[in-house]
């Protein structure tokens, strides 16, 4: 039980601290939201390409359907990079109705200008991916299709460059949110009594 206004304010700012250790989530937010991505489609007489958000902030998916030889969808990062670090995801690809000869349905991303193809031609495929990026660098995400491809987005993390405590491992914020908690149950299970007169003297 919290006995007074300063018991009842020190276990707000217990609980406010644990959270404080909690790792961030890995999404499509914050500097990588979906306002800050600028999407392109294709349509002609063949078929058309798709950017689908419907599943942010978590997955992205990338599609183009029936007709089209050669046809292409893609997602760009409207600014740069904010900060180095490193960018992740996992990626799936399938494009079980590839069959022109000569043309290359792939997924793939772009980094500073570089393109790194992931899957290509017949799926499914998939794998995650983990590189090192540097502010100020360019980024997007492209499907080249033929028919029927997919290439889909998911666990997506990048540096945002906004840091609002130091970075602690996963040991060291156990250990913090204990220590917290054991000062937390010292305060509280302290007598009524003896904090009054320790204010007092």
């Known amino acids: 039980m919290l006995h007074s206004r300063k018991d009842r304010r020190f276990a707000m700012l217990l609980s406010a601290a644990l959270l404080v250790c909690m790792p961030a989530r890995a999404d ?3 500097s ?9 489609t294709q349509t002609f007489g063949c078929g058309s390409s798709q950017v689908n958000t419907a599943g942010m902030p978590n997955t992205l998916v990338l599609r183009t359907f029936t007709g089209c030889a050669n046809i292409s969808s893609s997602y760009t990062l409207t600014g740069n990079i904010p900060a180095n670090g490193t960018l992740s995801f996992s990626w799936s690809y399938d494009s079980t109705s590839f069959n022109d000869a000569g043309v290359v349905t792939s997924g793939s991303y772009t980094l500073a200008g570089v393109t790194t193809t992931l899957g290509s031609n017949d799926g ?3 794998g995650t991916v983990s590189i090192p990026v540097v502010a100020g660098q360019t980024f997007s995400l492209t499907l080249n299709g033929s028919t029927n491809a ?3 987005i998911t666990n997506f993390n990048a540096p945002s460059g906004i840091i609002s405590v130091p970075a602690l491992d996963t040991w060291a914020k156990v250990g913090l949110a204990g220590l917290l ?11 009524r009594g003896l904090v009054n007169r320790q204010s007092r003297g």
């Open 28 to 30: 499509f937010s914050g």
């Open 32 to 40: 990588y939201a979906p306002a800050n991505w600028t999407p392109f």
């Open 124 to 126: 499914p495929q998939s």
């Open 150 to 152: 997919v290439f889909t």
């Open 181 to 191: 908690g054991l000062t937390a149950a010292w305060a509280l299970r302290r007598p």
